[in-house]
């Protein structure tokens, strides 16, 4: 069974920072295009950043540009999300999502089930 699992969300203050993880398991990502997403309650789902299956393209919103960097470590299967100078309205539930190519990520069946980042003091 293909399998994303999010792990890492947490209560942070703002001007914190955090790093989540996407495991696979069941598949490899060496082939696979790696999304974040994020949706906030009331909030439409919005695309946080893509890394492409070789690692060597990136994209970001322009809300995390800066902030977020996302990296993968295909020996151990999973991609990260390092979140940086943290802000109460990156506060969500942050998805990973995989696919074949970036450009087609936000349409892909294959999600985790999301993990929970709380910015607050």
């Known amino acids: 069974q293909l399998r994303l699992a999010e792990s890492g969300g947490d209560l942070v203050q703002p001007g914190g920072s955090l790093r989540l993880s996407c495991a696979a398991s069941?598949?490899?990502?060496?082939?696979?295009?790696i999304g974040w997403f994020r949706q906030a309650p009331g909030k439409e789902r919005e695309e946080v950043s893509c890394?492409?299956?070789?690692?060597?393209?990136?994209n970001y919103a322009d809300s995390v540009k800066g902030r977020f960097t996302t990296f993968r470590d295909n020996a151990k299967n999973t991609v990260y999300l390092q979140m940086n100078s943290l802000k109460p309205e990156d506060t969500a539930v942050y998805y990973c999502?995989?696919?074949?190519?970036?450009?087609?990520?936000?349409?892909?069946?294959?999600w985790g089930q999301g993990t929970q980042l709380t910015v607050s003091s």
């Open positions: 890394i492409s299956y070789s690692g060597l393209s990136t």
């Open positions: 069941g598949f490899s990502l060496d082939y696979y295009a």
């Open positions: 999502a995989a696919a074949g190519h970036c450009t087609a990520i936000a349409s892909t069946e294959l």
